[in-house]
């Protein structure tokens, strides 16, 4: 069964593939608005959501489908102590395919292992969110024609921002990229994603932290808001979070084709006056997100009815080790009785499959 975990399982092959479905809905979209009838799409949000949930909701709709599942976990059995293992046990006996998104890291994997239909990460914690990095590639490529040699700057939460993290290991199988980081030293892109995404794959990247030195370069600004559901601290986000606003007095450095995207919501990141430039791809963004997930759904449909036990080319492998258990607090394994999973690194550690908390080497 193939799902949708990272936004590495689609190879550079299919990832295209759906991108072009996407713009062949958008350019044709009563060819498409049968395609699931008969079809049930579960929503399973363990976690407030807007965009990314009416998205699907929407797009399965548009395909001619139905849509069933919850939009808070304390009105389902979850608030009764069901695993994610067993719902989605359940779930699959009354739906065709699953998006999920849940505040625990790694529990669409989880939800993977065990479901008999396909799974979508529709985020999970601040580890991966796969379809707005599909939503965002589909947008670049509407935007400036191509997948490949622009430069672009993330600018704000890039430590917990799943959807940077995303779209940095996407952007990392494409020539030509080149990353500029922009935040705060509180707010730096993680050392592992650094280390074993952009130094792996050889992604030419810099740190700066002002978005000012870098406008004139940027082809995609990339902004974040400061997510204070992702911080410990409260202190430490008061202290940041008005760090990088972006305004049309900054923007009047940028190049009259940069787009400017964001994954929303938005608080006081861009400004309302920055709305009207033709620049300002986000709300067009949002759009994309519809088709993308439209294009995402009919396929891994496809594939479950033409290659029922088709697996997914396994990009880094995974290793059981009994004898370890992830620390992190975020991870689902904190909280539910999972088989510990881990990928090796090229150095000879493990880092665990749910969440990519790294731990030295197992001897």
Request: proline fraction near 5%.
């Amino acid at each position: 069964m193939r799902h949708l975990i990272e936004p590495t399982d689609l190879t550079v092959e299919e990832t295209g593939a759906i991108i072009s479905l996407a713009e062949d809905i958008i350019a044709d979209r009563d060819k498409y608005r049968d395609a699931c009838r008969g079809k049930k799409l579960a929503t399973l949000f363990y976690e407030p959501s807007t965009r990314t949930r009416l998205s699907f909701t929407a797009a399965m709709m548009e395909l001619g489908g139905n849509v069933i599942g919850f939009s808070d976990a304390a009105s389902s059995s979850v608030s009764k102590g069901e695993t994610v293992a067993d719902t989605v046990r359940v779930i699959s006996c009354f739906a065709d395919i699953i998006a999920m998104r849940h505040f625990k890291e790694g529990a669409p994997l989880v939800a993977s292992r065990f479901a008999g239909i396909p799974v979508i990460n529709a985020g999970d914690g601040s580890h991966a969110h796969p379809t707005q990095t599909l939503t965002d590639l589909l947008t670049i490529k509407r935007e400036k024609g191509r997948l490949d040699n622009f430069t672009i700057g993330f600018c704000g939460d890039l430590k917990f921002g799943r959807t940077v993290h995303s779209l940095i290991k996407a952007l990392s199988r494409y020539e030509g990229v080149r990353v500029i980081l922009i935040a705060p030293d509180e707010l730096r892109l993680p050392e592992y994603m650094r280390r074993e995404v952009c130094d792996k794959h050889g992604i030419d990247y810099r740190e700066v932290s002002t978005m000012e030195e870098v406008m004139p370069e940027l082809d995609v600004l990339y902004m974040t808001r400061v997510q204070k559901e992702r911080f410990l601290d409260e202190e430490e986000f008061n202290r940041v979070k008005d760090s990088f606003v972006l305004d049309p007095q900054k923007l009047s450095a940028a190049k009259k084709d940069m787009i400017i995207l964001h994954p929303l919501p938005r608080v006081n990141e861009i400004t309302q006056a920055v709305d009207a430039d033709p620049r300002a791809a986000y709300f067009r963004q949002v759009e994309n997100g519809k088709f993308v997930r439209m294009a995402l759904i009919l396929t891994l449909l496809r594939k479950a009815e033409e290659c029922p036990g088709e697996e997914a080319p396994a990009a880094e492998p995974l290793e059981s080790h009994s004898g370890i258990r992830c620390t992190n607090g975020r991870c689902i394994s904190s909280t539910e009785d999972v088989e510990p999973l881990f990928r090796r690194t090229d150095d000879g550690a493990c880092r665990c499959a749910y969440c990519e908390r790294r731990y030295e080497p197992v001897r």
